[in-house]
């Protein structure tokens, strides 16, 4: 499982009986998480005194417990990243912090490229991988569907001290633009997507990701040139192993470009036992 020990500004201090107990700066929350299905002793005192706590409902949803004044936003810091966090629906609050370690490997390929490097990340959510790439200099085309999203990956631009740089956002169906993109005679270097397991189209087309996956990767791939670097795919799709992630770029991206594919869990350091918590899987082409 690969993961990263350089937050200082996030901490996963202890999970159990379906919560994560998490430290964002200095917010305590706690948020549901229906991997953590053990029930170890909570003898953490924050656990007694988190700032808010998320409650699912029965019914599906959920509603946060303020139990401190929170403010409407806060920022945290990755390294040299600087990301706006609030409490939102459905438990989140705006950055997974597992995918730092995905945001270290691209720049990492960006860096050793030693030329300028075009990226494209679809279902870009709120822009932790588009900040992290613009920071190695960069150029980036940052899609998603949500302008709400789009808008808050901006304020993280202008956060990280990047919003100057080479960047489109883009509001769109990631799956027309890439098709756009094609017709167009666009390519990159690197790809980043993260798709949703579930979601809709703009037509009302359903998205379900183990059946459109292989489809959208083969529809990618055709964006990338013989002098391309990476794909990254991840996920958080129970069912959708790193292994399966791993077979399609082997299947699709190898015998046109060559290189070679990887995949793992990545996951979170927990404080309290040493443990680390899977959170999601991807899967890496590289050149």
Request: proline share 5%; net charge positive; glycine share 8%.
């Amino acid at each position: 499982m690969r993961n990263t020990f350089d937050w200082k500004d996030y901490e996963l201090i202890d999970c159990s009986d379906g919560e994560r107990l998490e430290r964002w700066k200095d917010i305590i929350l706690i948020r549901p998480d229906p991997q953590v299905i053990w029930k170890t002793p909570k003898s953490n005192p924050l656990w007694k005194k988190a700032d808010a706590v998320y409650h699912r409902s029965k019914s599906g949803g959920g509603a946060w417990e303020v139990k401190t004044k929170l403010p409407n936003y806060w920022s945290i810091d990755y390294k040299d990243l600087t990301f706006n966090i609030k409490t939102m629906g459905f438990k989140h609050t705006g950055i997974f912090p597992e995918q730092a370690v995905n945001w270290d490997k691209i720049r990492k390929l960006i860096r050793e490229a030693g030329r300028p490097v075009k990226v494209l990340n679809l279902f870009a959510y709120t822009g932790g991988a588009t900040v992290a790439c613009l920071k190695e200099g960069a150029s980036v085309v940052h899609v998603d569907a949500s302008k709400g999203m789009v808008a808050w990956a901006k304020e993280n631009a202008v956060s990280s001290c990047v919003a100057d740089k080479s960047v489109r956002w883009i509001v769109d169906d990631c799956i027309k633009f890439v098709q756009r993109e094609l017709r167009r005679g666009n390519r990159y270097d690197i790809i980043i997507m993260d798709p949703p397991s579930y979601g809709r189209g703009p037509g009302g087309e359903v998205w379900k990701l183990e059946d459109e996956v292989y489809g959208f990767v083969e529809l990618c791939s055709r964006l990338l040139h013989s002098e391309s670097i990476a794909v990254l795919i991840n996920s958080y799709t129970t069912g959708l192993s790193p292994s399966v992630m791993q077979y399609i770029l082997g299947s699709v991206v190898v015998p046109r470009f060559g290189g070679k594919v990887s995949s793992s869990e990545i996951g979170l350091p927990v404080t309290q036992g040493g443990m680390v918590l899977p959170c999601g899987a991807s899967a890496y082409w590289e050149k």
